[in-house]
T-cell receptor, first 113, second 108 residues
């Protein structure tokens, strides 16, 4: 069966510090991978998606970047965090063309102080 | 630009009190409409996919329906364990556009 792991679950970072959130998927190959951010009272905002190794599409200009160094690994990064980067970050995977059914990770709660 | 609006924002129900949640959307090239359930502090869990107007899906006390511009999630005789935030997401080609959700609280 497929599983998705996301870490860390919670982190508190000072403004200007770097960020690295990791996501891995097991039990499938060549998944579509996604990073979403969820702010309080707002819908999930798609940040990045990837259909293959090294292929990253950005949905919104921002202080973040994503990388896919391996087929089932997706990393969200920032060189210098802003207060506005605080939020709940969710990794998800789906199979096939388009999004199809997405399976989400447990999320990473980021607080920037 | 794709738009998704869910109403109401919050819904408080007594156990057994049926109600409906609304999801209205403006999406070009709609390929499907997804419903997810999200518990506090967790990732969303998939509930249903609807692909065409008139389609209905059921799961336990939940039933989802779809028209050309809206989807409804009906909760029949809810129980406290149905308390969660329900998210709808129209699918446009490669991506889902999520609404802000309806937070349902069911009191025993």
């Amino acid at each position: 069966s497929q599983t998705i792991h996301q870490w860390p679950a919670t982190l508190v970072q000072p403004v200007g510090s770097p960020l690295s959130l990791e996501c891995t998927v097991e039990g499938t190959s060549n998944p579509n991978l996604y990073w979403y951010r969820q702010a309080a009272g707002r819908g999930l905002q798609l940040l990045f998606y990837s259909v293959g190794i090294g292929q990253i599409s950005s949905e919104v200009p921002q202080n973040l970047s994503a990388s896919r160094p391996q087929d089932r690994q997706f990393i969200l990064s920032s060189k210098k965090l802003l207060l506005s980067d605080s939020g709940f970050y969710l990794c998800a995977w789906g199979q096939g063309p388009g999004a199809n059914v997405l399976t989400f990770g447990a999320g990473s709660r980021l607080t920037v102080l | 630009e794709d738009q998704v609006t869910q109403s109401p924002e919050a819904l408080r129900l007594q156990e057994g009190e049926s109600s409906s949640l609304n999801c209205s959307y403006t999406v070009s090239g709609l390929r499907g409409l997804f419903w997810y359930r999200q518990d506090p502090g967790k990732g969303p869990e998939f509930l249903f996919t609807l692909y065409s107007a008139g389609e209905e899906k059921e799961k336990e006390r939940l039933k989802a329906t779809l028209t050309k511009k809206e989807s409804f999630l009906h909760i029949t005789a809810p129980k406290p364990e149905d308390s969660a935030t329900y998210l709808c997401a129209p699918l446009n080609d490669y991506k889902l556009s999520f609404g802000a959700g309806t937070t349902v609280t069911v009191r025993a």
